[in-house]
T-cell receptor
Framework: NAGVTQTPKFRILKIGQSMTLQCAQD?????MYWYRQDPGMGLKLIYY???????DKGEVPNGYNVSRSTTEDFPLRLELAAPSQTSVYFC?????????????FGEGSRLTVL | AQSVTQLGSHVSVSEGALVLLRCNYS??????LFWYVQYPNQGLQLLLK??????LVKGINGFEAEFKKSETSFHLTKPSAHMSDAAEYFC??????????FGTGTRLKVLA
C-alpha cells in the first residue's frame, strides 16, 4: 500500500517561475490537505478538500491554488514563485468519520525559491 | 478560534529518563487532540489521539497522554526514553470541522 505519494521530493525554482506539486493517495480518503512546514513554525494549512470538486482555503492560501478532480489526486499549484514560498510542503489525507480521524502524511516536497 | 501551545522547542533527556512534552490548547468547543511524531526527512505519523471517553490515552512506542480539561492540557509522557525516540513531536487540535491546528513542535534529544 503506497499511502500518500508526493512528487517531486526536491525542487529549486527561480523567482517568478510556476510549478505544481503532485499528491496522490490510494486509501480512498475523502479529505485531503496541503500544509507547509517552516522551522520553528509548525505546520500551516494552505488548502484542504472534503471531496472531489470541493476545495477551501486554509490559514495561508495566498500564492497557491489547488484542484480536486478525483478522489485520489490533490495537486498544489504555485504561481509566480517568491522566496517566501521556500518551505517543506506536506500533503495529507484522512477518512470520513463522526470524529476527526488520523492524518496520513506524505514524505514531503522540499522547495527552494532563489 | 483554536490554538495550540507547545512549551519548549527543544527538550533533552537522558536515555532511560522520563520524557515529558507539554501541550496546552485553546478551544471554544470540546477539542479533539492529537500527538504526531516526525523523524528526520519524513512525514508526520500519529502517536495517539483523544476524542472522547477515557482521558488517559495510550499510543504507540510506549507513549501516553492525559487530557486535563481544567488545565487545558494534553501533555505527552513516556516513562523511559530510548535513543530511537529522538524526533520532533507535534501536538494538534481539531474542533471536528476536519481542520487541524498544529503546535510549533518540540524537538526531543536523547542523551546516551
Amino acid at each position: 500500500n503506497a499511502g500518500v505519494t508526493q512528487t517531486p521530493k526536491f525542487r529549486i525554482l527561480k523567482i517568478g517561475q510556476s510549478m505544481t506539486l503532485q499528491c496522490a493517495q490510494d486509501m480512498n480518503h475523502n479529505y485531503m490537505y496541503w500544509y507547509r512546514q517552516d522551522p520553528g513554525m509548525g505546520l500551516k494549512l494552505i488548502y484542504y478538500s472534503v471531496g472531489a470538486g470541493i476545495t477551501d482555503k486554509g490559514e495561508v492560501p495566498n500564492g497557491y491554488n489547488v484542484s480536486r478532480s478525483t478522489t485520489e489526486d490533490f495537486p498544489l499549484r504555485l504561481e509566480l514563485a517568491a522566496p517566501s514560498q521556500t518551505s517543506v510542503y506536506f500533503c495529507a489525507s484522512s477518512y470520513s468519520s463522526p470524529t476527526p480521524g488520523e492524518l496520513f502524511f506524505g514524505e514531503g516536497s522540499r522547495l527552494t525559491v532563489l | 478560534a483554536q490554538s495550540v501551545t507547545q512549551l519548549g522547542s527543544h527538550v533533552s533527556v537522558s536515555e532511560g529518563a522520563l520524557v515529558l512534552l507539554r501541550c496546552n490548547y485553546s478551544s471554544s468547543v470540546p477539542p479533539y487532540l492529537f500527538w504526531y511524531v516526525q523523524y528526520p526527512n519524513q512525514g508526520l505519523q500519529l502517536l495517539l489521539k483523544y476524542t472522547t471517553g477515557a482521558t488517559l490515552v495510550k499510543g504507540i512506542n510506549g507513549f501516553e497522554a492525559e487530557f486535563k480539561k481544567s488545565e487545558t492540557s494534553f501533555h505527552l509522557t513516556k516513562p523511559s526514553a530510548h535513543m530511537s525516540d529522538a524526533a520532533e513531536y507535534f501536538c494538534a487540535v481539531s474542533s471536528g470541522t476536519y481542520k487541524y491546528i498544529f503546535g510549533t513542535g518540540t524537538r526531543l534529544k536523547v542523551l546516551a
